[in-house]
């Protein structure tokens, strides 16, 4: 029977939902929430637009030629001998050239600003989530404020998400299409994300790389709020009396079964870099490291930084 602090937990959580509900749904890659999306959609019709310059016109000729030529147009020119023409020759080579150059330019430059791993300016303090892959649920863990959940994401406004990734099993991508393009989690790798949500609302978040049997039902919620909205989210979670531990976290990861969002009011500090070790090792050989504060196990993909 749930107590009286579960049954608080889910109707305080149940309102603070339907108050995400009602501010709106990103749920298309194509109408995002947040700056990266943004961009990222500005790109690919950058690269869209100049594809059709060739497409279009290529199309419209075809026709054009076609019709031009047809048996009944005594008109057309019959050149049975003609073999060359240096005019054509430079066009059907300049123009596809000039396309992958500019395709190529607009990609460098994109792919440079839209580095995951790139901090995103702000005038407001960044907030670290640490985020874990398992069978078939996602660990979301908020190493500077001591909490944790599973399937459920909250983040403020206007501000600055550095999103640490790793897998605590089989290889797996995240994907939110509303804020941001999708990333890898690899047992034993830490990978970056950096995102910003720009309305407040429900972002969809789900799994993009086939993990197994439970792969189609491993969805989350990331919801994004106002400061006071996000500060009431992480309240709630600290009210739920669960603990996520190491011990905790073994429970977790050997469950290999979906499930609904799970909250945890107090986090292990150094979890993540445990997550991090435990997915190529037996709990017995991890070893406890020194994590810079504010840094994190992931501060790159070697972890050459910010662990000692």
Known sequence: MATKWQRLRAGSAGALLCGFEAAGRATSVLDPWGAVGSSEV??????????????????????????????????????????????IEFTVWIIPLLVVLFLAAIAWVGA???????????????????????????LFIYPELGVASVNEMALPVDVPVTMDITSATVMNAIFIP????????MSGMCTQMSVIAGKPGVYRGLATQFSGEGFSDMHFKVMAADRAGF???????????????????????AAHETGK???????????????????????SAVVARTTAPGVGACQDMTLSNGVD
């Open 42 to 87: 500005q790109l690919l019709f950058e690269a869209l637009g100049v594809m059709l310059l060739v497409v279009v016109p290529v199309l419209v000729l075809t026709i054009a030629f076609a019709w031009w030529f047809r048996a009944s147009n005594k008109r057309a020119t019959y050149l049975p001998d003609w073999e060359y023409s240096g005019k």
């Open 112 to 138: 440079h600003e839209l580095d995951p791993y790139k901090p995103i300016a702000s005038a407001n303090k960044r907030v670290r989530v640490e985020v874990v892959s398992m069978d078939w649920r996602w």
């Open 178 to 185: 509303g804020l941001a393009g999708q990333i890898y989690a």
């Open 231 to 253: 500060d009431q989210w992480i309240e709630g979670l600290r009210r739920s009396g669960q603990s996520l531990d190491k011990p905790a976290y073994e429970r977790l990861i």
């Open 261 to 283: 969002a799970t909250y945890y009011g107090y986090a292990e500090d150094g979890l993540f870099d445990y997550a991090l070790q435990r997915g190529t090792k037996p709990a």
